[in-house]
């Protein structure tokens, strides 16, 4: 996946973005940002500007040290762990069998399809098999308890612990299906689940799979699972929203301790490090297919699922996407059909007002760590922060704004 003619930014458009980057933090409506890009061939631009610990001048500005946590940024990683098992012949995305094989617990699983009015729950036994692709394309049906009513309240009646949780095991992301695999979209835990396939096929955990095959091939350095005190020493505070839209402290979104012991590493959102060594990631999968990757991802990551004529997938992603405030509104308009899926990646199927060329990828972080990858122009982009608010928030402005820059900046 490499570009014929090596992209390139211009000085004037270098200074274009320099200064867009500090008017974005000097306005104290984002916390401290990183604005990234890369080519398969190398770094095309990298800054940072803004405090470390907003308000506390004294704690340091970002640099290319901070820490940050990645959460969903992390599915991407898993995705390319079962993309690699599969070009190993280990795993298959289409067999049901082998989801049956390394997680019969998933599939045991009912499909919830709400409560009466006595408050009993109303199951059926799922008839479609489970794939992998299904679990990487988030039409396996499985959900969050906080982006379904129904998982939320069997999670609280009968005691299923937060997949936050250290101690929680499996069992924190055993929750029921919401419909038949394949029928619809829904965000959820389908990648949690293939991240569980990745150890169990590999006999590795995750950390132990990502620092192998991934991480140590690419030069990084900084990214765990398992955070040390130097990393939370360099940690990025998150901050959220107070009812006037001021930026104020946060707590994190999961449980950050230094050497901590988790029974069950989350494939869908457990990774943190820096953001340039996240960048350094996205070149592995630009330049896949060169010995020097690292990644061995495949064609898949930009192809789009078999879900096509399945409206209820695109009435889902529609109403998603247009939600998360940054898609371009002509590719969310019309039951998202300007959009697709790959395994791992929304897709947009043509170019974009704000930059990125029809078949990029991208996927994003809870607290505002976005990304793209745009084969056809031969870079990707990241657009860092730590922030956790409801989207559409202020934030997908300064990600919209930077992207048009970075493509006028090209040469």
């Not at 289409?94 to 045991?108: F, M, N, S």
């Not at 129904?150 to 250290?166: C, I, K, Q």
């Not at 004529?309 to 898609?327: I, P, S, W």
């Not at 300007?338 to 974009?352: E, K």
């Amino acid at each position: 996946m490499t570009h014929s003619t090596p992209p390139h930014l211009t000085a004037e458009g270098k200074a274009a973005l320099d200064a867009l980057l500090h008017a974005e933090v000097a306005s104290r409506t984002v916390p401290a940002l990183t604005f990234g890009a890369t080519s398969a061939d190398g770094e095309l631009y990298f800054a940072q500007a803004g405090e470390r610990v907003l308000g506390h001048p004294d704690k340091g500005q970002v640099d290319a040290d901070t820490v940050m946590s990645y959460h969903s940024c992390t599915k991407l990683m898993t995705t390319t762990a079962v993309l690699q098992l599969v070009d190993a012949g280990v795993l298959s995305l289409c067999d049901p069998a082998v989801v049956e094989r390394y997680a019969p617990e998933l599939c045991a699983l009912p499909i919830l399809h709400g409560y009466s009015g006595d408050g009993e729950a109303i199951l059926s036994e799922r008839s479609t098999p489970l794939t992998l692709t299904h679990l990487l394309t988030h039409t396996s049906s499985m959900t969050y308890a906080f982006n379904n009513e129904n998982t939320a309240r069997w999670v609280a009646e009968r005691g299923v612990p937060s997949y936050f949780e250290h101690g929680a095991g499996v069992a924190g992301f055993a929750v029921p299906l919401a419909f038949e695999p394949g029928s619809s979209w829904t965000y959820g835990m389908g990648i949690d689940w293939a991240g569980i396939i990745v150890e169990r096929a590999s006999g590795r955990t995750l950390e132990e799979y990502f620092a192998e095959h991934i991480w140590r091939p690419l030069g990084i350095t900084s990214m765990t699972f398992l955070p040390s005190q130097a990393h939370l020493d360099r940690l990025q505070k998150v901050q959220t929203r107070d009812e006037g839209g001021r930026l104020v402290p946060s707590a994190p979104l999961r449980p950050i301790v230094a050497n901590p012991t988790i029974k069950q590493l989350a494939g869908g959102g457990g990774v943190m490090g820096t953001a340039r060594d996240y960048l350094t990631f996205l070149r592995g999968i630009l330049a896949s297919g060169r010995p020097s990757s690292g990644t061995g991802a495949t064609p898949a990551l930009f192809s789009r699922a078999a879900f096509r004529d399945v409206k209820a997938v695109y009435a889902a992603l529609e109403k998603t996407t247009t939600t998360q405030g940054y898609h371009d509104p002509a590719h969310t308009a019309n039951g998202a059909q300007g959009l697709g899926h790959s395994v791992g990646l929304v897709l947009n199927s043509a170019d974009s007002v704000h930059g990125r060329r029809g078949g990029s990828g991208c996927w994003d972080g809870a607290a505002k760590t976005q990304y793209w990858i745009d084969p056809a122009t031969g870079i990707a982009g990241i657009c860092f922060t730590q922030l956790l608010t409801p989207n559409p928030d202020p934030f997908m402005g300064t990600y919209n704004r930077f992207e048009r820059a970075l493509y006028d900046a090209l040469e």
